[in-house]
């Protein structure tokens, strides 16, 4: 499955943001889909993931309560609702898949996704 993030940019402190990760060359169902993010300097960090029945999603403590992780089967994408934005959150946010082919699961370690989107940008200002 080939994974593409989009839905970055620039805004103020306080501002949302949706992001969107879109898949091609096959259908999402039974991919868990994570976000990550990383910021200049820092290692790749978990933000949020949602099973691929979309019955379960876990998030970062950081982004509790701000973000809503949520996925249209229908439109093969994944959705990052960002509100009340940060400039801590100013990052570049990516998507990743995992196949699960047995029961349900969601991970927040990077390295166990298999496919990941090209990243897009989030930028936000105080």
């Known amino acids: 499955v080939q994974l593409q993030a989009s839905g970055g940019g620039l805004v103020q402190a306080g501002g949302s943001l949706r992001l969107s990760c879109a898949a091609s060359?096959?259908?999402?169902?039974?991919?868990?889909i994570g976000w990550f993010r990383q910021a200049p300097g820092q290692e790749r960090e978990f933000v949020a993931a949602?099973?691929?029945?979309?019955?379960?999603?876990y998030y970062a403590d950081s982004v509790k309560g701000r973000f809503t992780i949520s996925r249209d089967s229908a439109k093969n994408t994944v959705y990052l609702q960002m509100n009340n934005l940060k400039p801590e959150d100013t990052a570049v946010y990516y998507c990743?898949?995992?196949?699960?082919?047995?029961?349900?699961?969601?991970?927040?370690?990077?390295?166990?996704?298999?496919?990941w989107g090209q990243g897009t940008l989030v930028t936000v200002s105080s």
């Open positions: 949602i099973s691929w029945t979309g019955g379960m999603t």
């Open positions: 990743a898949g995992l196949l699960v082919l047995v029961g349900s699961v969601l991970h927040v370690d990077p390295n166990k996704y298999d496919y």
């Open positions: 060359g096959r259908t999402l169902s039974r991919y868990s």
